[in-house]
């Protein structure tokens, strides 16, 4: 008995010890980059001109982050992307919401065709779609304004948010719901202290993806606004670069490691939300 | 009196009047916050590109826009610098998909092993997901800076000093193309992993130690019992990513902004230009039909093989 089961366990070591290199082997790959940005960060010029440079500064430094406020408006520019991604976020959960729950509810044409809408709105290259937005949005007089940006990105979010706010809505049982009706809630009342409570963490995490996504969006900021002094985090992060590519190295480490804090950190919080609320939404569409 | 009767009564008429959207006109106004703006904002807007690339319409012109019928789709296929770029598009999106999913579907099988430090793959899975593309796109300039890059240093130091001295990665017209689509594997296996372990989680465990207990090895059990049960979800992921990369802009702007020479131009930067640099927008929005038209055709004959190559077995 010893001896059977001895061979295979030996094997399994082996096993392990190779699942274990190519997980290793993972983690260095996926880890590597965001590693180098930090340390370019804070390194000071006369290493950032070293040929041999090393992944610890010598000799780290607040330097590049004083310099990259001194060089673009970040601050500025963070309070737009801010005020962009929080007013589309919360507007989007707001509109969003009331349909998610009649998607989840209610199976007919209407809700498969919107389902069907979702995915398909995934497909298309956005250059089809920005095109007539940013005639529709002269036409309004809302180029190079950020309501028009809000706009954009609100009609943007609405199908991931749809597509996550439904799952969240099926995964409420509906016999709650029921049982809130026969003790004589009325529809109004039911949804308000029954559905929403349950709901409320799924909103969080989906107005939050919503936020996330507006913070990092690139395109449309760079086709529908133009004054410097509206520009999103994004776009003035390519400024660093310059029009030759001939970059600043640490200021534009600094800047786009400071940009990209607060997606990691929002992020971070609601991984597990996410993941779980698109299989949600997934399953049984 | 009434108390006693409701509950026999009301959870049939609730379920159907829950169930019955022609009598609840009350759903139609929870539908109508969400379904207005999408319908002015993004179904609309669609179709009116869809109608732009058959007119001339250009910025700033004075003369009123007119029908042009195909005359954007017969300069198009004239047109071989779009048809270059057409062709980039494709290495890139097949270039970038296809390792994406083997490496993630490597990744995603060694988290679904009891293991150790699945905490930490699931902490820096969300690097690449959450960061802003433009921040992965100056972050990998940082790793392919010709001096200051860890790329060049790392190849020094491994010996293979002929390789990293001084080697402009972005800038060589045979090396920029790799690696743009380097990063690009980087920055979607996240979501793929994470889409591809929820497959295999539901994968019941009772069929793995049977065939186990058969004696199939790893690659007999991977075949006969793993692949099946993920593969509606490896199709899916796939044929989104695909969609993904190909329309994708941000990254490659950044990385080279389709440079050197055009080698990394994707249709999306070339439509761009068209469209926003020599305001040429009804035949951008030609491009971006074609765009959609070729792409619908690679995911249909993709799919349809698929599911015909289910209903062989």
Redesign the interface.
């Known amino acids: 008995m010893s001896q059977v089961s001895r061979r295979p366990a030996l094997k399994r070591t082996a096993g392990r010890t190779g699942?274990?290199a190519?997980?290793?082997c993972?983690?260095l790959?996926?880890?590597?980059?965001?590693l180098?940005?930090i340390s370019?960060a804070f390194k000071p010029p006369r290493e950032?001109?070293?040929?041999?440079?090393t992944?610890i500064p010598e000799a780290p430094t607040l330097e590049n982050f004083r310099q990259a406020f001194a060089q673009q408006p970040l601050l500025e520019a963070a309070g737009n992307s801010l005020l962009a991604a929080a007013i589309s976020a919360v507007t989007a959960i707001?509109?969003?919401t009331?349909?998610a729950?009649?998607l989840a509810?209610?199976?007919?044409r209407?809700s498969r065709a919107?389902t069907g809408?979702v995915v398909i709105?995934?497909?298309?290259?956005?250059?089809?779609?920005?095109?007539?937005?940013f005639?529709?949005l002269k036409g309004l007089q809302l180029i190079d304004s950020r309501i028009g940006l809000v706009?954009?990105y609100?009609?943007w979010s609405?199908p991931f948010a749809?597509w996550m706010l439904t799952g969240y809505v099926r995964a409420v049982p509906?016999e709650l719901?029921?049982a809130a009706?026969?003790d004589g809630a009325g529809?109004a009342r039911t949804l308000i202290s029954v559905t929403a409570p349950l709901l409320a963490p799924g909103i969080v995490a989906t107005a939050l993806f919503a936020f996330?996504t507006a913070?990092?969006e690139?395109?449309f900021a760079l086709?529908l606004l133009k004054s410097p002094e509206k520009q999103t985090?994004?776009?003035v992060?390519?400024h660093?670069?310059g029009a030759e590519?001939v970059?600043d190295?640490g200021p534009?480490?600094a800047a786009?490691l400071l940009?990209?804090l607060p997606?990691?950190l929002?992020?971070?919080v609601i991984?597990r939300r996410i993941?779980g609320g698109?299989?949600a939404g997934a399953v049984k569409s | 009196m009434t108390s006693t009767t409701a509950p026999q009564r009301s959870p049939a008429a609730g379920s159907r009047r829950l169930a019955g959207p022609r009598r609840d006109h009350g759903a139609w106004f929870l539908v109508l916050p969400a379904l207005l703006p999408i319908l002015v904002l993004s179904v609309g807007p669609l179709l009116y590109g869809i109608g732009l690339a058959f007119t001339d319409a250009q910025s700033g012109r004075t003369q009123p826009t007119q029908w042009v019928g195909a005359l954007n789709f017969s300069d198009l296929l004239q047109d071989t610098l779009f048809w270059d770029s057409f062709r980039i598009g494709l290495v890139w999106a097949v270039g970038v998909t296809v390792p994406q999913f083997v490496f993630a579907l490597g990744l995603a099988l060694l988290l679904n092993l009891d293991l150790r430090l699945r905490w930490l793959a699931r902490a820096l899975a969300i690097i690449p997901w959450a960061m802003p593309e433009v921040v992965v796109g100056i972050m990998w300039r940082l790793v392919y800076h010709p001096d200051a890059g860890v790329l060049n240093e790392t190849l020094r130091g491994l010996g293979l000093a002929g390789a990293g001295d001084g080697t402009d990665w972005l800038s060589g017209l045979a090396t920029a193309l790799p690696a743009v689509i380097l990063v690009g594997v980087w920055a979607g296996m996240p979501q793929t992993t994470v889409s591809l372990l929820a497959g295999l989680q539901n994968v019941p465990r009772e069929l793995h130690e049977a065939a186990s207990m058969d004696g199939a090895g790893a690659w007999r059990r991977f075949r006969t019992v793993t692949w099946p049960a993920i593969r509606p979800i490896a199709l899916a992921i796939t044929a989104l990513n695909f969609i993904w990369n190909f329309n994708s802009f941000a990254l490659v702007f950044v990385l080279t902004d389709g440079g050197p020479g055009g080698r990394t131009r994707l249709p999306m930067l070339f439509a761009y230009e068209e469209a926003f640099r020599y305001g040429q927008f009804g035949y951008a929005a030609a491009m971006g039909l074609a765009m959609v038209a070729v792409i619908s055709v690679l995911l249909a004959v993709y799919l349809a093989g698929r599911l015909k190559g289910d209903e062989e077995k």
């Open positions: 699942q274990y190519a997980l290793l993972y983690l790959f996926l880890a590597f980059p965001f180098w940005l370019t950032l001109a070293d040929i041999h440079p992944w707001l509109l969003a009331p349909m729950y009649v509810r209610f199976r007919n209407f919107a809408w709105s995934q497909a298309f290259p956005l250059v089809l779609v920005i095109i007539p937005l005639l529709i706009m954009v609100v009609v609405l749809l509906r719901e029921e009706a026969v529809r996330i913070w990092n690139f395109f086709v985090l994004p776009v992060l390519t660093f670069l590519g970059a190295l534009l480490a786009a940009a990209t997606s990691l929002l992020f971070a991984q993941t698109m299989l």
